[in-house]
């Protein structure tokens, strides 16, 4: 266990570093971590997905889950900005990160590097380890809680909520399929279309 929290710990200064410090540009700043981060998860566990996991079920699994989280989000920002006067400048704030870089490239991005990255260290690495250790449901819960909890570095309550969110989502669905690839398709369309396509806001 003694990996798996030094590894937490990495994952907290880097997102500490990309939202709190903010020293480099955002998204360089966001490869670096998730680069980093993916590669010490796999240098440890190795690569939690195998060729035959990449089928058409999975897939289509993942796009299903993609719509249904865009949904959820579509329908709790509607709900938060009636509840709290804050909800929308705070959401507003995470869209201006888009300023920091071509559409285009924040996309592939997004697509390529940060989403599958995010789901092989924290589902593939994280919750595959609380799990072995704690049982199913309660690792599941604490994978999901620390994911949400080192987004608290960004001072953004909608954000570090959205994140709790999607921890839960993603690892209950890694706990239905046992395949990361259906989170890892979820996780890149719903990113790209929530913050490039179809922003909710």
């Not at 410090?21 to 590669?39: D, E, G, P, R």
């Not at 796009?63 to 909800?87: K, V």
């Not at 570090?160 to 890694?174: I, V």
């Amino acid at each position: 266990m003694k990996s798996l929290w030094a590894s937490l710990l990495l994952a907290t200064i880097f997102w500490v570093m990309t939202f709190s410090l903010k020293l480099l540009n955002f998204w360089l700043s966001m490869c670096i971590a998730v680069t980093t981060l993916t590669t010490l998860a796999i240098r440890l566990d190795g690569l939690p997905i195998r060729r035959v996991d990449w089928r058409l079920r999975s897939v289509i699994s993942g796009l299903f889950a993609a719509a249904a989280l865009y949904s959820i989000f579509w329908l709790g920002n509607s709900f938060s900005q009636l509840l709290f006067s804050f909800a929308k400048p705070q959401v507003s704030s995470i869209y201006g990160i888009r300023t920091q870089g071509e559409t285009l490239l924040i996309g592939l991005i997004l697509f390529f590097v940060t989403s599958p990255g995010e789901e092989i260290f924290w589902r593939g690495f994280v919750q595959r380890r609380l799990v072995r250790r704690f049982g199913r449901k309660r690792g599941w819960l604490l994978a999901s809680a620390v994911y949400a909890a080192v987004h608290i570095a960004s001072g953004n309550f909608m954000l570090t909520m959205a994140a709790l969110t999607a921890g839960l989502f993603w690892g209950w669905l890694y706990l239905k399929e046992r395949n990361l690839v259906p989170c890892i398709v979820s996780h890149s369309v719903w990113t790209v279309t929530i913050f490039i396509l179809l922003p909710i806001l």
